[in-house]
């Protein structure tokens, strides 16, 4: 039985995900096998099965969390480590978090500091990551991405793997899972690079960010029932975060809806999406450009736009990789913050 079992679900697959899969056939640990998730992607896979220790499991729902728990039941590895189609590993990724696993082997589970790319490759941001606990990822102080998870096996199906209730917010609501039940090690390296691109960068926010609250709530019930104080305080600080987080990518879609002549029922729906998110975070933005005689930054621009206006002038990761709907509708799938959890 090989050591990890990579699990990636595709719905659409191409450039990315043999990028992707590039990147885990170039690992230094060879010892893996790698589970390819057809994900209701109506496209032959065969062309992507590049190595002999890369399997094909179909899953006929559509939504990652069903593909991914597909590959977590079909995993034969004492490890599962987790990659998005779009996202790629840096060489030594698995060999370094095996070995850290190996240093703390209280540990279940292993995440690490990851880069932000754009879709041609290029960094926007060099480093996202830190090592999170439970309360602090319930006070939404830190984040877990999915792609650079690698969990025991027993640990994650003993969890119940993904939830398929949490169609947008699915790695939020594993990752609060995951933290409340094992003890987790952080590698403040880079060894995953997270894709940035023109089909994820509008994530289906208003679904996510309810379900996000969700799963908070769920957290807090549970803290208020063991009489845990403190979760339940962090809990309410991450859920104030939260609203406040979503309510300004709300108002700051509704603005450059309105500057970009979009329908004023497009303009009206995102500020009033986030009136329900949060209605002070539109007071604050108010009060900011009356202060300051200019709208706030974030009004204006994404996090992966003003990154990439800084990405000229930051240099590469310090250890090279293997080279090998903008719309603003609210229903489609989130990308693993899908951010985890983020």
Known sequence: MPAVSVVIPTYRPG????????????????????????????????????????????????????????????????????????????????????????????????HSAVAVIDDGGELLHNKRGTDVSYRGILADRGMMATSSLLVRKEVIRGVGGYDITFANAEDFDLALRLLYSCEPVYIDEVLVEYRLHPDNRSRGYVNQ?????????????RALLQKDWQSWRASWQGTISKRHGYARNAFSRSYRSHRA???????????????????????????????????????????????????????????????????????GTSKASRDAVS
């Open 15 to 110: 450039r990315y995900l043999r990028e992707a899969i590039s990147s885990v056939v170039g690992q230094s640990m060879i010892d893996w096998e790698l589970l390819l998730v057809d994900n209701a992607s109506g496209v032959d896979l065969a062309p992507f099965v590049t190595d002999p220790r890369i399997r094909v499991i179909t899953e006929s729902h559509p939504g990652a969390a069903w593909a991914r728990n597909a590959g977590i039941g079909a995993a034969t590895g004492d490890f599962v480590a987790l990659l998005d189609e779009d996202d790629v590993w840096l060489p030594r990724k698995l060999e370094r978090q095996l070995e850290a696993m190996r240093s703390h082997p209280t540990a279940s589970l292993c």
């Open 209 to 221: 960010g309810h379900q996000a609250l969700r799963a908070l709530a769920d957290n807090r019930r």
């Open 261 to 331: 002549g979009q329908p004023l029922t497009m303009v009206a729906w995102h500020l009033a999406q986030g009136l329900k998110f949060s209605p002070p975070t539109l007071l604050f933005a108010v009060l900011e450009h009356f202060r300051t005689k200019s709208s706030p930054a974030w009004i204006e621009l994404d996090s992966w736009e003003r990154a990439g206006m800084e990405a000229a002038s930051k240099p590469r990761c310090a250890e090279p990789r293997e080279k090998d709907p903008s719309t603003d509708g609210e229903n």
